[in-house]
């Protein structure tokens, strides 16, 4: 499935869409350049899930943390400053597993081995300055659903 939206809000309200649907449990990847939307989407999926705290990007952090609707916590991460995976990936496991959390992940790479098989990747191009081209693929049947109900 591909989205195309041609402002910020407008990706914000794709982002709120997607929140929505989710129930936790659910690992969504976001894949895309420097600058391309990841943490803009994800605050849309904040929004999506209710959280009332303003989404920062953890691209210091590496994780940030918030609690969302119907007692679910949206953890968010950005690994670009991670050197490796480390004790992270044991974190992240743990993250994973638990059923009432979302994860949402930027830049995944370092802990691909850390990544579940089921899981929803959005790859976001931008053709211009404004325009985002997000290219959604389901890798399993949970992340299905959730593309699905979009
Ligand atoms: N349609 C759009 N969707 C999302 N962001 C947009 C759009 N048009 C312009 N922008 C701008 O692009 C930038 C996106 O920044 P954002 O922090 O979300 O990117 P990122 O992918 O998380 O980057 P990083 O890899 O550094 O974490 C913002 O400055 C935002 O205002
Ligand atoms: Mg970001």
Redesign the pocket.
């Given at each position: 499935m591909i989205i195309e939206?041609?402002?910020?809000e407008?990706?914000?309200a794709f982002g709120a869409r997607l929140g929505r649907h989710l129930n936790g449990g659910e690992v969504l990847e976001?894949v895309?350049?420097?600058?391309?939307?990841?943490?803009?989407?994800?605050?849309g999926i904040a929004t999506g899930l209710d959280v009332d705290e303003d989404v920062q990007?953890p691209?210091f952090t590496i994780s940030r943390v918030y609690s969302a609707r119907d007692g679910l916590t949206l953890a968010h991460y950005?690994f670009?400053r991670l050197g490796h995976a480390g004790i992270m990936a044991n974190e992240l496991h743990e993250t994973i597993l638990n059923p009432r959390t979302v994860t949402v992940i930027?830049?995944g790479g370092i802990v691909e081995g850390a990544l579940p098989a089921d899981r929803l990747t959005l790859n976001?191009v931008?053709p211009t300055?404004?325009?985002?081209r997000i290219i959604v693929e389901a890798h399993g049947l949970k992340s299905r659903k959730i593309e699905q109900a979009l």
């Amino acid at each position: 499935m591909i989205i195309e939206v041609t402002n910020e809000e407008e990706m914000k309200a794709f982002g709120a869409r997607l929140g929505r649907h989710l129930n936790g449990g659910e690992v969504l990847e976001l894949v895309g350049d420097v600058g391309s939307g990841k943490t803009t989407l994800t605050k849309g999926i904040a929004t999506g899930l209710d959280v009332d705290e303003d989404v920062q990007s953890p691209s210091f952090t590496i994780s940030r943390v918030y609690s969302a609707r119907d007692g679910l916590t949206l953890a968010h991460y950005d690994f670009y400053r991670l050197g490796h995976a480390g004790i992270m990936a044991n974190e992240l496991h743990e993250t994973i597993l638990n059923p009432r959390t979302v994860t949402v992940i930027e830049w995944g790479g370092i802990v691909e081995g850390a990544l579940p098989a089921d899981r929803l990747t959005l790859n976001i191009v931008s053709p211009t300055e404004t325009t985002r081209r997000i290219i959604v693929e389901a890798h399993g049947l949970k992340s299905r659903k959730i593309e699905q109900a979009l």
